[in-house]
Each structure stands twice: as structure tokens, then as C-alpha cells.
């Protein structure tokens, strides 16, 4: 499990910076917020099916993923 005390650290992603994002099968499965992610300001992890219809949002933050081959 990652380290939840991450607010400190610079290299790390603001979770949910970006309402869209598009993904290839190579990475499945997706979760949100996204790897590399700082966790401190962000969801519960939650695991997005776009493998069902192509594309799906986050029940938490509406984030939409985009499954593209």
C-alpha cells in the first residue's frame, strides 16, 4: 500500500487535475485517482470499468476514462 503520507513530495501528481483521461488495455485495470498521484487531498481508490462500454467516470470525482486502442 502506498504511503498515505505523501503532501510533502514533489514528484507526485495532483489527483484529479485532469477530467479526462484516455487509456490503452496494456494498463487495465484503471483505478482513480491515478497512480503517481499524491493521495493526502484525494478518494478513496476506486476501480473504473471501461472495459465494459469504452469509457466510464469515477463515482467520486467525475473524472472520465477513455478506453482507446
Given at each position: 500500500?502506498p504511503?498515505?503520507?505523501?503532501?510533502?513530495?514533489?514528484?507526485?501528481?495532483?489527483?484529479?487535475?485532469?477530467?479526462?483521461?484516455?487509456?490503452?488495455?496494456?494498463?487495465?485495470?484503471?483505478?482513480?485517482?491515478?497512480?503517481?498521484?499524491?493521495?493526502w487531498?484525494?478518494?478513496?481508490?476506486?476501480?473504473?470499468?471501461?472495459?465494459?462500454t469504452?469509457?466510464?467516470?469515477?463515482?467520486?470525482?467525475?473524472?472520465?476514462?477513455?478506453?482507446?486502442?
Amino acid at each position: 500500500m502506498p504511503n498515505p503520507n505523501t503532501a510533502t513530495q514533489e514528484d507526485l501528481d495532483i489527483p484529479n487535475d485532469t477530467m479526462l483521461y484516455e487509456v490503452s488495455r496494456d494498463i487495465l485495470p484503471i483505478h482513480c485517482p491515478m497512480p503517481g498521484s499524491s493521495l493526502w487531498n484525494s478518494h478513496p481508490r476506486v476501480y473504473i470499468p471501461v472495459e465494459v462500454t469504452g469509457s466510464a467516470k469515477c463515482p467520486y470525482c467525475g473524472c472520465e476514462y477513455r478506453l482507446v486502442d
